[in-house]
């Protein structure tokens, strides 16, 4: 799987792609913790997840949850199918904050 | 389904214990992201067949591939590693009565994986609020319901993400409204992770609410392998036995029944006949 930031609008747009699982979770999780370590608004874009297990699931709610301490951006965005049904399995959907696309995200 | 390769192969299995014959010629194949259910009463062989997917036991003759592996030729270490991509529920729900309902949880994360404690924490976390065991994590199992023991052990199943579950009477010894809490999750967790699911139980209305096909064990023998559908309206008067709870007298075989009784060894490698055959 590959992880490719870029900067945009003052946030930085995580795009993960591939699979995100026990094998490639934690740098994704070392990527999205430093950028909550330096108070970045992050946008995820999750159009190109073809698969996201619970490992990669815990990884994200880590950094959600560093960015409300924090009181910066941390959006999920465009979350593909496969993602999405593993989020809304354990109601996670209700939790993260979501946009339909990555300017939406960017703009909330 | 797709056309990818089946999830589990059976072909021509059989296996004895001792002298009896207690799997007959089994063969069968369970699809990616399938629900697929082996039913029969007891005694039919159901559990024997779980054992063998789960490769706890060695056949005496066939082959069985799981997630296109040859189980019969694998190393220990091979087969570890093959499991560690595999859940079971088991019926008792075989929960380590010393440690907490999250140390049972998390126990395969720690064992296998490299994940930092965090992530595994929630990750456990994550597994208890999708079996609706939210906040339990510091319960000893022994402080836990029949139900949430069954939840719990699913909980413990799934935490690796397998690719495929196996779950041994899901619904046994539950009341029937938290029995269809977990024919419920079963097909949650089909839905959203994708995973095959093998589930042996006897237990006809849960059959029917999850199963995609159904496997009907009958004295070590598949007496049927079909759709729900196909199942339910098939003439074979064994199935509808089976389906409509009706008991079977078996056939008395006077010679064999004498030599039971007066303890004599049977002749052949029979099966010895039973009293009778009902769900």
Redesign the interface.
């Known amino acids: 799987m590959k992880i490719e930031s870029r900067e945009r609008d003052g946030a930085v747009v995580v795009a993960l792609v591939g699979e995100v699982d026990l094998q490639h979770s934690p740098s994704v999780r070392k990527h999205l913790m430093e950028l909550m370590f330096d108070r970045r608004p992050v946008v995820v874009d999750m159009t190109a997840v073809e698969y996201i297990d619970s490992s990669g699931i815990a990884s994200l709610v880590e950094a959600y949850q560093a960015a409300r301490k924090n009181g910066t951006r941390f959006v999920l965005a465009a979350v593909s199918q496969p993602a999405m049904r593993v989020l809304q399995l354990a109601r996670l959907d209700k939790v993260f904050a979501l946009a339909d696309t990555v300017e939406a995200g960017l703009s909330a | 389904m797709s056309n990818a390769p089946p999830s589990i192969e059976v072909i021509n299995l059989d296996t004895h214990y001792g002298d009896r014959q207690v799997l007959k010629n089994v063969s069968l194949s369970v699809n990616p992201g399938e629900i697929f259910v082996i039913m029969g009463g007891s005694g039919s062989g159901k559990t024997t067949l779980l054992n063998h997917l789960l490769g706890l036991l060695r056949p005496t003759s066939g082959t069985i591939r799981i997630l296109g592996k040859d189980i019969n030729t694998l190393s220990s270490l091979e087969m570890q590693d093959l499991r560690t991509r595999m859940g079971v529920a088991f019926q008792s729900g075989a929960l380590f009565s010393s440690m907490s309902v999250g140390d049972n949880i998390a126990l395969p994360l720690r064992e296998h994986?490299?994940?930092?404690e965090?992530?595994i924490g929630?990750?456990t976390r994550?597994?208890l609020?999708?079996v609706s065991l939210a906040g339990f994590e510091h319960l000893m199992p022994a402080e836990l319901s029949g139900g949430m023991i069954k939840r719990a052990a699913f909980a413990r199943a799934i935490?690796?993400?397998p690719k495929l579950l196996f779950c041994d009477e899901p619904s046994a010894g539950l009341d029937p409204v938290v029995a269809s809490s977990i024919d419920d999750l079963i097909l949650?967790?089909r839905?959203?992770?994708?995973m095959s699911i093998v589930v042996v139980t006897h237990d006809l209305d849960s059959t029917f609410k999850i199963a995609d096909r159904i496997c009907v064990l009958d004295k070590g023998e598949v007496l049927a392998l079909d759709t729900v559908d196909a199942i339910r309206n098939s003439p074979n008067e064994r199935i509808q036995n089976l389906l409509n709870r009706r008991t079977e007298e078996a056939e008395v075989d006077p010679d064999a029944y004498l030599r039971r009784l007066l303890g004599e060894k049977e002749k052949h490698a029979n099966q010895p006949t039973q009293g009778r055959t009902g769900l």
Request: charged share 35%.
């Open positions: 994986t490299d994940l930092d965090m992530t929630i990750v994550l597994k609020e999708v935490v690796m993400d949650r967790l839905d959203a992770m994708g």
